[in-house]
């Protein structure tokens, strides 16, 4: 009879002939100092069934402090050398301490530790163990996600804190850390939560990484950029539409439903004031010659546009100065 509670492989499954312990059972083992392996007969479940005894998983691990572990990550094979492992991971130190708790499944014929994780998410880790490098891979938000909660995981904090400092840092438009990365972290932390929340709510990876300055604005077949610093500092229409979520400030694109020609005067008049007073004369002459009804129209919508971009005073009134003049000229 197999006892109650061990792993039975047959020849002819994946781990054929495999000596395989459900890391379940892993403290009565510790306690007995043994491992129990089993191998059955095709012809039964119980028939051929033997038993040995093994060296314990930590003793295995722990005699090996100065050679290489070889880990098999969903399939794809790493050899790490013990103090790489363990001087990051709390998961890894953990383990080859003998503290394992974890229901992972462990090829003893091959001597691989076999870790069911993403091995991609997991190459990432392993080049911070290895040299302190943090990163994530922005092409990739998906792979950055599974990066992150993998790096929990496993106890990486060190990685962790580094990319919960940067997001603080990038979120508040920073260039550089108010504190250290500990403290910035801990305002992560106080801000968010956790980091699964941070993912679910797409703070992470996106405001990890830095934030693009230029604003794509549509207007319906024409498109403008624009300073999303200077759109947020002189507009308090555009700082709530850019700041009102932490991370609506990566936000790429603005779409328009006021006249092309309209948008580009005022534009204008946010980023670069000495050439709009140009820009009005070339527009006012080029789309309606003399017209003055239409000029008067004009300037009617660029003054409604600016009221409701809720400009700072003082700079309103030197926009409607540079407006006026040109209307008068």
């Not at 492992?85 to 992972?104: N, P």
């Not at 968010?192 to 693009?212: N, Q, T």
Request: proline share 3%.
């Amino acid at each position: 009879m197999v006892p109650q509670g061990a792993r039975a492989v047959r020849k002819g499954d994946l781990f054929r002939n495999a000596n395989i312990i459900q890391m379940s059972d892993y403290s009565s083992l510790k306690r007995r100092r043994t491992c129990v392996t089993y191998d059955v007969d095709e012809s039964g479940d119980n028939a051929g069934t033997r038993v040995r005894q093994n060296p314990t998983i930590d003793g295995r691990l722990r005699g090996r402090s100065s050679t290489a572990l070889e880990l098999n990550v969903g399939g794809t094979k790493f050899q790490v050398s013990r103090t790489t492992l363990t001087e990051s991971s709390s998961y890894f130190e953990a383990l080859v301490s003998g503290r394992w708790k974890e229901r992972e499944r462990i090829d003893e014929a091959d001597d691989v530790l076999f870790i069911d994780q993403d091995p991609a998410a997991f190459e990432i880790l392993l080049t911070y163990m290895r040299c302190g490098l943090v990163y994530l891979p922005r092409e990739d938000l998906y792979l950055s996600k599974k990066t992150l909660m993998l790096a929990e995981y496993l106890g990486i904090n060190g990685f962790l804190i580094t990319v919960k400092a940067v997001t603080v840092k990038n979120i508040s438009r920073r260039g550089d850390y108010l504190s250290d990365e500990t403290s910035e972290a801990a305002q992560f932390d106080s801000r968010f939560g956790s980091l699964r929340l941070a993912v679910e709510k797409e703070i992470l990876p996106l405001c990890f990484f830095p934030p693009e300055d230029a604003l794509r604005i549509r207007v319906v077949d024409r498109t403008f950029y624009a300073s999303k610093a200077v759109l947020t500092e002189k507009s308090g229409y555009f700082s709530r539409w850019l700041t009102s979520n932490p991370k609506d400030y990566w936000r790429d694109e603005y779409i328009s439903g006021e006249n092309a020609d309209v948008m580009e005067v005022v534009l204008q008049m946010l980023t670069c004031p000495n050439s709009a007073f140009t820009t009005m004369t070339e527009k006012f002459h080029s789309v309606s010659g003399q017209n003055v009804k239409f000029r008067h129209f004009y300037v009617q919508a660029i003054l409604t546009y600016l009221d409701k971009l809720q400009l700072p005073v003082d700079f309103r009134d030197n926009c409607v100065q540079t407006i006026t003049h040109t209307f008068n000229a």
